[in-house]
């Protein structure tokens, strides 16, 4: 999508974050992305996260392009009077700091929508009201807690997604309370706190395998041993030796991958033409499937499924997509600068709007790049911000 501002469906909306991590960069760069101007306040030596090594190293470069950043003590009197001043007309705050942190330095809800009753505040928490809401969670504490580490491990070995997949989606709810309550407003005239959490979007992720504890009486298994509740849906080898995923999830694609892959037996045999009797039979029909796949190295095989029309996946490693011939073709990839210097492609949000992808308009952010201009913009004179440069309140 463009990179001019008024074309983006957030345009015009100012939103001041204060977070940290993951769930609550995640909320803004998503607002961000879609046009907001999203102004990021930070410690005088900057949000701890650019700071992260090992698997939090990647954290500051995903999800704070499109931000301003502004690197401010609000431990400091002056401090939070200037950012007072930035909230005094902001449209959206989020923050995902611990309950009660926001409260201390002035800038909890309650206190904010007094002088601004337009305001619409979304914190990002570890659990939403109820016995749990003042514990201190992580993503993999609700993971665990949860049941989807249960679900994605081994029976005795619960184990964690292999992303931030708690934080992220925890974020995309977030985003949908702030833009239910931005459609509430327009009729209402006012603004209301937002509350997303961990512990309870795990719990709806997982929403799935309680229904079928629900409707069976059955406990669901983890993926990891579960019965596949088709015949066709396992990783296969190639006769190279790679892998690929590859399913047949319907009695018509069944007879399509019968007849391409030349199974001639399979497709007269009547005790097959339905997927329960063939989900029965299994451990006849999959040996022979997987031999005859191993009949084409990896990229043959791919193709001879995405010819016959069947669901398919490669096993790939994530930074084999930096050079996936799909996101590079259609603005899939966004381009950054990582704060070393070196440039990297990024995934997109994954939205396209009238045709079009949400592209970059501002770099990551250095250690309070935007704070003079900001201040600026609030009627500060250059003498007044020098001074608070050398006071140590702002970052230069």
Known sequence: MSST?????????????????????SIGVILADMGADVTKVEPVQGDNTRRLSGSGAGYFAMYNRNKKSLAIDTKSAKGREVVQQLLGDADIVIENFRAGS????????????????????????????????RRTALDEVAQMMGGLAYMTGLPDKPMRAGASVIDVTGAMFGVIGILGALEQRHRTGRGQRVVTSLYETTAF????HM????????????????????AVYDVFEAGDGERVFAAVVSDTQWRKFCESFGFAEFLADESLAKNTERVRQRERTLPVIRERFKQFDKAG?????????????????????????HLNAAGGLVPVTLPDG?????????????????GLRHDLPKIGADGRALLRSRGLAEAEIDALVEQGIVAP
């Open 205 to 208: 992720l997982v929403g799935q």
């Open 342 to 358: 070196r440039a990297t492609k990024l995934p997109a949000l994954p939205i396209e709007m009238d045709g079009r992808r949400f």
């Open 102 to 133: 926001m409260d201390e330095l002035g800038f909890g809800y309650d206190e904010l929508a007094k002088a601004n009753p337009r305001l619409i505040y979304c914190s990002g928490k570890g659990f939403l009201s109820g016995p749990y809401e």
């Open 211 to 230: 229904a079928q504890f629900a409707a069976t009486g059955k406990a669901a298994p983890p993926m990891s041993i579960r019965q596949s509740a088709w």
């Open 301 to 325: 095989l791919m193709a001879k499924l995405e010819e016959t029309g069947l669901p398919f996946a490669p096993i790939a490693k994530p930074e084999e997509l930096l050079d996936d011939p």
């Open 5 to 25: 501002h008024s074309n983006l469906p957030l345009a015009g909306l100012k939103v001041i974050e204060f977070t940290h991590m993951v769930m609550g960069p």
